[in-house]
């Protein structure tokens, strides 16, 4: 089990779990409570962690973006700069300097953006957590629910969807 360290945060997982079982499950009896909250909780920390992942790992990404320091990149980021407004393209020039550089990346943003929101819920979900938060087949089971077989066949298609999608959309990476 992960735990929170900011006890606001902490706190604010527990309320959010608080609420998904009161709103849920205010029909149940008592004694069935306690271990759907404890599942509630511990499913609400676990998307807290993901999305924390998330931001993270887009950050790294939009960081892949600069060149190195050598090259006098990463010398004026800091971890409070959001990576989008202090973006170099390739040609060394500030993000804004080359407006097509910049409008492509951000078209091809979207389009990516667009073509995982076009995903089936479960295929995106297992997409996601395998392939984006990097976990193992039997840890996205057991947070999907799911069996081990149905995550592959969900990624295996999701895949597949993704690919003939962006391809479609003049995309190859």
């Known amino acids: 089990m992960f735990a929170v360290r900011d006890e606001s945060m902490a706190l604010d997982i527990v309320q959010e779990a608080m609420m998904k079982l ?4 205010a029909d149940k009896p008592v004694e069935e409570l306690p271990p759907l909250f404890q599942r509630i909780l511990q499913n609400a ?37 959001d990576p989008l407004e202090t973006m170099y393209v390739a040609d060394g020039g500030k993000y804004g300097e080359n407006p097509q550089t910049a409008l492509e990346q951000i078209e091809l943003i979207a389009v990516i953006e667009k ?3 076009d995903l089936p819920l479960r295929q995106r979900e297992a997409f996601l957590l395998r392939y984006w938060e990097e976990m193992g087949v039997s840890e996205t089971a057991r947070i999907m629910g799911c069996s081990e077989g149905s995550v592959k066949t969900h990624c295996s298609r999701a895949a597949h969807a993704l690919a003939v999608n962006l391809r479609s959309k003049g995309v190859t990476l």
């Open 22 to 25: 009161t709103g849920k499950y």
């Open 45 to 81: 920390i676990y998307d807290h962690y993901r999305r924390q992942k998330s931001q993270s790992s887009l950050t790294t990404l939009f960081s892949a973006f600069l060149p190195p320091l050598s090259q006098g990149g990463h010398d004026h980021y800091d971890a409070d700069s």
């Open 115 to 117: 073509a995982l929101e």
